[in-house]
């Protein structure tokens, strides 16, 4: 197993040699097997334990073990304990949930406060199988009949190459001792039942199955490839990357052979999961938007539009311009020139009566009560409503700067419109040019 274990590594995983990394263990045979293995080829391998206090003294007698386990090995152990409990009540979600959230949550502290290069987990091929097949009892799409990844970000899995056969017998054979968790005995759980009563049954109908299975994992996560492959192309067609906004183009996506299945592709990474809603927001009226925990998607004309949250409920930054000063390049490029009369005049150029401002001035973006009394109209006008009249998009609305007065009166929508307050008159005697560089269109 420990030559197996190692050409496997030289094959899959070379990156990891000369690195610092942490294995997550529980006590259990398999992250106990993982730890006497790793440790007999890593120097600078340390452990990772959460006593979750599920199970009271049982997992205070596994953190123990662990930590005598750690002593043994002569390499640094990490233990920490949460309250699972009154955490998944608080969360309105299920122990195994929460447990999941927190050790995970955990995990990402110690890769940052420790600068370990990788977390090691002991999945093994077993735990493949009963992932697959909780995901299709549970309806997935291709991505969850991949099984579990080998590497995602900093968490590799190098022991999915294993069944748990091999690691009871390596165990065994090497007189190695672990705890067992009660829970895993308990068929409640839909995992364990899985474990304990399909598993076996299928094992008994193909004495192969797990190989066969690992077989078709392969052949799934190269056809997951292949779709990635031509998602990213497709990706590429229909949409355009504006900042931190994806713009997808509805009537593009509707041309293609099948669109609700490569928005499905399109979207799926950013937690959308009611289809039907999302396949909706096509022929929806302007302005429908739906959410996930991290985006929202939005009708916008002809286009969805898939924005972060924190993006779009943040505050954007003013930006502060003293009375002397002659330009800025944060967040645009304006020029300021003192000048004796108006001479030309277009929308990236404005003349105000300098004597009018009230310094400093600023740039920032639009607020909901925002007013304009627009050059060349009467009266006055919210910006927002100005916005829609114009038909601004989603995306120019978030990237449509205004220079405000000191008392937040506008001055100027910047490339777009002059506030009529500001023009000079006859007899004003300091007149300042404001020109606005390089703007770009975005649209």
Known sequence: ????????????????????????????????????????????????????????????????????????????????????????????????????????????????????????????????LETFLINLTRGSGLTGLTGIPKKNDYIIRPFLLFSRDEIENYASKNKISWREDSSNSEVKYLRNKFRHEIIPTLKKINPSFLSSFSNTITYLRDSQQIINDMTLEVTRKVSKKHGDILQIDIQKIKELSNPNIYLYQILHPYGFTKWSDVYKLI??????????????????????????????????????????????????????????KMTYLDKNSIYVDKNLLNYPLTVRKYKTNDLIFPKGMKGRKKVSKYFKDEKLSLIEKQNTWLLCSSKDEVIWIIGMRQDQRFVPKKESTSILQILYINPCKLL
């Open 1 to 128: 197993m420990e030559h197996k274990l190692l050409e496997h590594l030289n094959a899959e995983f070379p990156f990891i040699f000369g690195k610092k990394l942490v294995l997550a263990i529980s006590g259990g045979i398999d992250s106990v097997v993982a730890a006497h293995l790793l440790k007999k080829i890593f120097n600078d391998l340390s452990l990772a334990h959460c006593n979750f206090q599920l199970r009271k003294e049982e997992s205070d007698n596994d953190e123990l073990f662990v930590l005598e386990l750690g002593k043994k090995l002569r390499v640094k152990t990490h233990t920490t304990k949460f309250d699972t409990f009154n955490y998944a009540i608080k969360k309105k979600t299920s122990t195994q949930i929460a447990a999941r959230e927190l050790r995970y949550e955990w995990f990402a502290s110690l890769i940052d406060d420790f600068d370990y290069d990788y977390l090691v987990t002991a999945h093994h091929a077993d735990d493949n």
């Open 283 to 340: 022929n929806a009226e302007n302005g429908k938007l739906i959410r996930t925990k991290s985006h929202t998607l939005q009708k916008d004309r002809e286009f969805l539009l898939l924005l972060p949250l924190h993006k779009l409920n943040s505050p954007d930054k003013e930006y502060s311009i003293e009375r002397n000063s002659s330009n800025i390049s944060v967040p645009v490029s304006l020029m300021f020139k003192n000048v004796q």
